[in-house]
């Protein structure tokens, strides 16, 4: 195993924080901020004027307050997230009530909407450091990327990280299949397909299967296999939002809706079978991949033909190296057990993965050294 990766905070407590505070007197610029609150999933507090209790002001995520509240809002303790909201466009007198209220913004409408409901969204959600995400692909059909998604997935779950697994292969199966959750209710990709907004992170993970410790967005069994663009860049950045960490399973060949997850990535991992055939696709799928991710290395998968090792794979692709994925015996049976990749934790794949999670580094780089993952049967 070999190199680092950007680390995650500890797991953040679930649910959201409260909602925005709105304090205004205007009903029709209520209106507009009723709506945009909903847009961003979040249940506001309506005042006609700072709120009574001690440490009302102060409480609330973020803070709107409307052009006509401001004389109502002088004196109030100065905060972070305060915005001042309003409707005319040619008002010179604007910033200096800003001043007095201690505005970090002032927001014209409707032309700062689309900002100002990420804006809520944001600090309802508490959105601090963004998930470490990591996407892996086979460098030829068979390769098993699969398996080695689930693998960190469940791996990073029972280290207690805050995970989420997405199957970005419409054409795999559903991975759901893998950790035995095929019948698990909750939403799928058809679900979320039509999505083209900000999807609101907590929503997101609320709605998904939840299996061995993490949650997972996988395919139906319909026949919709199309991801629009924008569902798969909506649906990512929700997840990474959450922060922890994201594993995306994606298919060899790159459409537009795996260029948007590619675009997510903090790092990509091209499984490569250990012969020569495999390693000629797989230089195919790297020049396609590398197009749109600029961190992409490999993690080749013996037996070897006569000549080759993990290394020779490696230097064939000129990627870095992270590490041999290891045999582990008995994989199927514990499938079929109910047991998914990863999921025995003394087993050899389970301990690569572990390997590769306790290299999170801070900084977000990966040093290039490769180590043999030692090998070994399951428990």
Partial sequence: MAGSIAGEDPPSAEGQRGGPLIVTEDADLLDDLLRLCAAAGA???VRHGPPGERGGWERAPIVLVGDDAVQRCRGVSRRPGVMLVGRG???????????????????????SESWLVDQIANAVEGVGRTALTVGVIGGRGGAGASTL???????AARSGRRTMLIDGDPLGGGIDVLLGGEESEGLRWPDFARSKGRVGGGALE???????????????????????????????????????????????????????????????????????????????????????????????????????DEQWVAQALALPLVGELPMEAGLTADQDNGVPPGGTSRG???????????LADPPGRFDAAPARASGGGTS
């Avoid at 998604?149 to 791996?155: E, H, I, K, M, Y």
């Avoid at 050899?348 to 306790?358: E, G, K, S, T």
């Fill in 43 to 45: 249940v506001p507090e």
């Fill in 89 to 111: 466009q040619d008002d010179p007198d604007v910033w200096r009530r800003a001043v007095e209220i201690g505005a970090e913004y002032v927001l014209r409408l409707p032309d």
């Fill in 149 to 155: 998604a689930c693998a960190l997935a469940v791996s």
């Fill in 206 to 308: 609320e709605s998904l299967p939840a299996l061995h410790g993490l949650r997972v967005l996988s395919w139906g069994r319909d026949d919709e296999v199309i991801v629009p663009p924008q569902a798969m860049r909506s649906v990512l950045a929700a997840a990474r939002r959450l922060g922890g960490v994201v594993v995306v399973d994606l298919p060899r060949r790159v459409d537009e809706g795996v260029a948007e997850a590619l675009a997510q990535l903090d790092v990509g991992l091209l499984v490569v079978p250990g012969e020569l055939r495999a390693v000629a696709a797989a230089q195919r799928v790297a020049s396609a991949v590398g197009m749109v991710l600029e961190d992409l290395r490999v993690v080749a998968r013996g037996p070897y033909t006569a000549g080759l």
């Fill in 348 to 358: 050899a794949l389970a301990r690569f993965c572990v390997a590769f999670w306790d």
